[in-house]
C-alpha cells in the first residue's frame, strides 16, 4: 500500500468508530484525540480493526505511535508495503 | 389526572411520604413506542408480531420494536452500547419527559435506575463467537467493549451515562418476573429513602440471540403458526408456545408526597405487591405458589380479592402454562363478579425482562378510559383457562376501575405480583 492508502485506511476506521464525527478537516499532525471525541476504548478499537482487517499486531508499546495522522502513515507504511 | 391533593387521596394507610406513585411512563414495545400508541393498538388488537431472522436459526417468529434509538443516542453510543442499554434509555428518557420532572435541576445522586432482566450478555456473547469463529477461534478477535457490554448491571448503567444519573443504578434477574421486580426494587428504595426519583421497571434484547428460540424449541414451548399475528394466543385452545420479543418499559416512581408538591399526573399508587418461590420445578409453573403469591400482594395492599377490578395475567400462550394461572386466579378471586381479566402477550409477545412492565403500562390508561383491552387470538377458548369475565378479541367498558393487580411469574418458581390502585381527582 501507498502512503495514501494508508492514510484512506485509518481514515475509514476512524470513520467507522466515530460516526459522528466530521473527519474533512481533520489535520494530519495533530493527536487524533485533541480534534475527535476518541477515548482509549475507541483506540483500540483502531488496533481491532488493523489486526482484523490486515492481520497487523500493534504492539502495546507503540500505540503512541498511532497518536496522529502522519506518525500512524509512518508507523504503518513499512507493515503494510507489500499488502 | 392532574388536581390531587392529600385530602383526595383515599385509605390514606400511611402518610404521603411513605406512598410510592407512578408519574411516567416510557416504554418501547414491538406495538408501540409510547404509551398513548401503545394502549390505542391494545384497545384495537392490533398484534406487534412479525417474522424476524436470527442467526442459525433462520426466520422466526418475533416481537421486534421500531423506536428511534437517535432520538437521544449518538451513532456512536449506538455502536459502543447494546440494544438492551439502547431500549432502556430511550425508555427512561421518555419516562421523564412524561412525567414533566425538572430534571435538569434535580439532585442526579438521588435518582436511581433499577431494571428487570430475563438475561443479559448473551447477545454479544453469541456474536462474539460469531466474530472469533471467522478467525479460526483466534481469542485476540474478542472486542474490547465484550465486557462492559455483558456485565449483569449493562442496561441501567447505560441509562446512567446517557443522563448523567449519579445515584444507584442496577438489574435485577428474575426471569420474566423481571419487570414487576425491578418496579418493586424501585418502590423499596423510595421507602428506604435512598432515592428521590425512581426509575424502574424492564427491559430485553433477548430476540438479537439465537438461544431463547432454540431453547424454546427444543423444550417444545416456541410459538408457530402461518400468521405471526395469530401465534400467541394464550387461553385458546390452540396455543402452542411463546412468542420472544424485545422490548422495555420504566416506570417514573416517586413518593406520593413529592408528587402532589409538584401538581404531577399521577398514573396510579403502587398499594401491594409480592414476590415468592414455588420451589417446584426449573421450567413448570405452579399454581399453588402463584395463588400465594397473588394473596401476599392483596394482603399487604389490604385488599380484599373482589376489591381487583382488572387482572393482567402472565400467560405465556404455553399449553402446560396458562391452565396453571388460570387455576390460581379461580382458586383467589372465585366469585368475584367485578374483577375483569385480560393478557398483554397475545399482541406483542412475550418480552421477557420487559413484559411485566409493559404489561402494567398497558393497561394503566383503564384507570381513565373504564374499558379493559382484550386479549386476542382466541378462536376456540380453551375449557381450563375460561375465567369469568376474561376479555377477549374485542375491547370491554366496563364501569370504574381502581385496583389493577399485575401478575408476572418465570422460571425456577419465580413469582410476583403487583397491584397499583387509581388515585381519585380532587377536582
Known sequence: MTKEEIKTVILDIIAEIAPDEDLSDIKSDVPFRDQLELDSMDFLDIVMELRKRYGIEVPEDDYQQLATLDSSVAYLEPRMKDL | MPGLTANSVNSARVPSQERVVITGVGLAAPNGNSLAEFRQNLLNGKSGIRKFDVR????????????????YQKKKELRRGTRAGSTAIYCAQEAVADSGLDFDSLDKSRVGVFLGITEHGNVDTEKQIYEIKQYDYDTRYVSHHYNPRIVANNPAGEVTLNMGITGPHYTLGAACAGGNIGLIQG?????????????????????????????????????????????????????????????????????????????????????????NSDAFDFILPNAEGQARCMQLALKMAGLSPSDVNLISTHATGTPQGDPQECQ??????????????????????????????????????????????????????????ALDNLVFNEPRKVGRIDYILNNAFGMLGINSTVIVKRLENSS
Open chain 2, 56 to 71: 442459525y436459526m433462520g426466520e422466526v417468529i418475533a416481537g421486534v420494536c421500531d423506536f428511534d434509538p437517535l432520538k
Open chain 2, 328 to 385: 390460581a386466579i379461580r382458586q383467589v378471586f372465585d366469585g368475584c363478579p367485578n374483577t375483569y381479566i385480560n393478557n398483554t402477550k397475545s399482541m406483542i409477545g412475550h418480552a421477557m425482562g420487559a413484559a411485566a412492565a409493559l404489561e402494567l403500562a398497558g393497561n394503566l390508561p383503564s384507570f381513565e378510559d373504564q374499558t379493559v383491552h382484550p386479549t386476542i387470538n382466541i378462536d376456540n377458548l380453551d375449557p381450563d383457562c
Open chain 2, 187 to 275: 418502590y423499596q428504595m423510595l421507602l428506604l429513602n435512598h432515592v428521590d426519583v425512581a426509575l424502574a421497571g424492564g427491559v430485553s434484547e433477548t430476540i438479537h440471540a439465537f438461544g431463547a428460540f432454540a431453547s424454546f424449541r427444543s423444550e417444545g414451548a416456541l410459538a408457530s403458526h402461518e400468521d405471526p399475528t395469530k401465534a400467541c394466543r394464550p387461553f385458546d385452545r390452540d396455543r402452542n408456545g411463546v412468542v420472544v420479543s424485545e422490548g422495555g418499559c420504566v416506570f417514573v416512581l416517586e413518593r406520593l408526597a413529592g408528587a402532589l408538591a409538584r401538581g404531577a399526573r399521577i398514573y396510579g399508587e403502587v398499594v401491594g405487591y409480592a414476590m
